[in-house]
C-alpha cells in the first residue's frame, strides 16, 4: 500500500528530529525510523555557532534551549608557556544576532523531541533500515532489517556518518578512520583553579603534546570539558574493538594526564582528578566530498547532516552545517509545494541539485576556514602577526533567500 506520508527520515539524531520540524514548518509531514531503542544519550556537549541558532530560533528550539547552555563568543589560543597567542570568534550578540551555545548534547535532543512529540510527529524506535528494494519516479520502497517494508514519495537518510541509506547512492563507500580519536572528560570548574581572568574556552598548544582544550559547559559554566587529541597506531577497530576502547575508559584517563608537567599548571589541576564515568572517547572519521546527496535516477533518496559530509571539527561546524542542510532542505522541498508535486519528474531533481550545490558551496568554505585554522596552530608560525578571519558569511547568512534561490523561485 502506498505511504500518505510524503517524506519518511531515517535516523532520530539531530539532524533526523531537526528535519522532521523544519518540515512539519513547511506543512509537510513526515515519519522518523530510528534503529536504537529509546533516544541515544551519546554523550557530551555540542558548541552552536550563530549560524545554526538562527535556524533553531526559526524552529522554535532557541528558546528553551537557551537556558541550559554556556554562552561565550571568543576561543582562546594559548601557547605552550601560557601566552594568549590568537582568538577565534565563534558568536557575537551584537554582530550576528546571537552569542555562542555550548550545551549537552542530550539537552538538545530532548528540546527536539518534546517539539516533534507536540507536533504529531511519529517516531518509530528500534527500526534499522537495511536496503532500498526499488525507487520510481513516483518514491521508494524499502526494506527494514526486520525484514518489514515501507515505500513514501521521498526517503532522508539523516543516519550519521556510517549511513547504510548512502550505500544506494555510492555502493561499498565507507567513511575512513582518521586515526585521530577526541579524549575528554568532565571536570568541576573550580578544579582549575585559574583566575577570574583567565579566558575561556581556551585551547593551551604544546609542540610535542598537541592541544590541550578547557570548554565551560552548563548554563552557569560551573563544569568544563578538558580534552586531547589521541593519534591512534595499528588497523582500525572492528565493532567489537571499538566497544573495548570506549567502554575501557582507563587508558584515556592516562592518556589526558600524559605531559601534564609541560604545560600551565591550569592542565595540571584540570587533569588531578578524572572521573572515568565522565570521560569520552570519539573517533574521527571522513568522507569524500560526495558529487551528489540525491540519487541519480528520479532524486527519490537524499542524504544530509553526517551522512552527506563529515567535517573535520577544527572550526567546530560538523553539527552547525547540519542543521544547514536541514532548514535549506526543508525549505527548498515546501516551496515545491504539495505531496502531488513532489511527485513531478524533474523538477525536484534540479531543486536538489540547486541545494546540494549550494550547500556544497558553504562546506568547502568551512573547510577553507578549517585549514586557516590549522595554519596559525603550526608551531613554526608562532610569530607570524595573523589578519582576522572573515567569518560575516557563515555566521550571518540569510537561509530563507538561499532557500528562494535554490528553489529557483528568486525575481
Ligand atoms: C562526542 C562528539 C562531540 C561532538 N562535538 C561537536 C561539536 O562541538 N560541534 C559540532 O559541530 N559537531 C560536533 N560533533 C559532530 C556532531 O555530533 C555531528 O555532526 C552530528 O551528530 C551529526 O548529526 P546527524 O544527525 O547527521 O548524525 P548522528 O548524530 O550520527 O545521528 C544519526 C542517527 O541515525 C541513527 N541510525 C544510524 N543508522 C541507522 C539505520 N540503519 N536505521 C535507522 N537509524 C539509523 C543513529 O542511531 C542516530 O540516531 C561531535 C560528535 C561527537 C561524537
Known sequence: MAST?????????????????????????SVLYETQAAP?????????????????DRLNVFQPLEARGYKFEQLYFRSGDDELVDEFEFGSAEKYGYSALRVYRYELINVLLDLVTQAGIRI???????????????????????????NAPLLVGADGIHSRVRQHLYPGLVAKFTNMLGITAAIPTAQL????????????????????????????????LVGKQYRFTGPEPDREG????????????DFLRQGHENFPAIVD?????????????????????????????????????DAAHAIPPTAGQGVNQAFED???????????????????????????????????????????????????????NEDVEFKPIDLEWLYSADFDKMVAEYAGSLE
Open 5 to 29: 506520508t510524503p517524506v519518511a527520515i531515517i535516523g532520530a539524531g539531530l539532524s533526523g528530529l531537526s528535519l522532521a520540524l523544519a518540515l512539519h514548518h513547511q506543512n509537510i509531514p
Open 124 to 150: 518509530e524506535y528500534g527500526k534499522k533500515f537495511d536496503h532500498i528494494i526499488s525507487e520510481t519516479e513516483q518514491g521508494v520502497t524499502w526494506q527494514f532489517a526486520d525484514g518489514s517494508e515501507s
Open 40 to 56: 541515544l544519550d551519546i554523550g557530551g556537549a555540542i558548541m552552536l555557532s550563530p549560524n545554526a541558532l538562527r535556524i533553531l
Open 193 to 224: 583553579q585559574a583566575s577570574d581572568d583567565y579566558s575561556l574556552p581556551v585551547t593551551i598548544m604544546n609542540p610535542k603534546h598537541g592541544a590541550f582544550v578547557i570548554a565551560p559547559q552548563l548554563v552557569d559554566g560551573s563544569e568544563v
Open 269 to 305: 589541576n584540570a587533569t588531578s582528578s578524572l572521573s572515568e564515568t565522565k570521560v569520552n572517547v570519539w573517533p574521527f572519521y571522513l568522507l569524500p566530498k560526495l558529487d551528489t546527496w540525491a540519487s541519480e535516477k528520479h532524486a527519490r533518496v537524499v542524504i544530509l547532516g
Open 242 to 253: 571499538w566497544k573495548k576502547i570506549t567502554s575501557d575508559k582507563k587508558w584515556a584517563v
Open 326 to 380: 536541514v532548514y535549506t532542505f526543508a525549505g527548498v522541498v515546501g516551496k515545491l509545494g504539495s505531496e502531488s508535486q513532489l511527485g513531478a519528474p524533474g523538477i525536484l531533481k534540479s531543486a536538489l541539485k540547486n541545494w546540494q550545490n549550494g550547500r556544497q558551496a558553504r562546506i568547502d568554505r568551512v573547510l577553507e576556514v578549517n585549514d586557516q585554522i590549522n595554519k596559525r596552530r603550526m608551531p613554526s
